[in-house]
């Protein structure tokens, strides 16, 4: 019986350690689209208005009227729903965030991870080539603790034309200045 109970509340401990906060949580995982899911599509095939929780490295913020814009280079997510480190530069969406509340400690090389609903691609620039971004316009935003020091982020803009000018350079294979 002490080992029953015991083990009863190892299993419940372990559990809450590993479980995502509770914005991030929702109500059917098997429902969430995938960031991979989204690239593989055609523009015209994105699922529209279909839930997602996709995460990063923020690398730009621009404010509108209506709404701020975040950069994020995409990263695979770890069971607790955190980003790990992103696997490519060139791997990136934005993020409406609606609630400016949400964004008050969130700065370039945050990690950050979104819940929300698919909208329509944007496009942008990045290094002066045109790329189209999966979009999602959110009110959930969870600021992860652990944030990249300025040292793993290089400047691969020569001419500072793009508003993005800083992404992520981690293990061999760093980013070199053109």
């Not at 991979?36 to 621009?62: E, I």
């Not at 770890?78 to 400016?100: C, G, I, Q, T």
Request: proline letters at 6%; charged letters at 20%.
């Amino acid at each position: 019986m002490k080992n029953f109970l015991l083990s009863v509340i190892s299993v419940t401990l372990f559990s809450a350690c590993s479980s995502a906060p509770l914005p991030l949580q929702v109500q059917n995982e098997n429902n969430l689209v995938s960031f991979t899911s989204v690239m593989r599509s055609q523009v015209a095939d994105v699922p529209l208005g279909q839930q997602a929780r996709w995460g990063g490295v923020v690398v730009g913020k621009l404010a509108s009227e209506d709404f701020t814009e975040l950069e994020i280079v995409y990263a695979p997510m770890r069971n607790d729903h955190s980003p790990s480190k992103p696997k490519a530069a060139d791997l990136r969406f934005k993020a409406l965030v609606k609630n400016d509340s949400l964004l008050s400690n969130v700065d370039t090389g945050a990690l950050v991870t979104v819940v929300g609903e698919i909208s329509n691609p944007t496009v942008g620039l990045i290094n002066n080539r045109t790329y189209t971004y999966p979009t999602i316009e959110t009110d959930t935003l969870h600021v992860w603790q652990r944030d990249i020091s300025d040292s793993n982020f290089l400047d691969l803009s020569s001419d500072n034309k793009s508003p993005w000018i800083m992404v992520p350079a981690w293990g061999r294979n760093r980013f070199e200045r053109n």
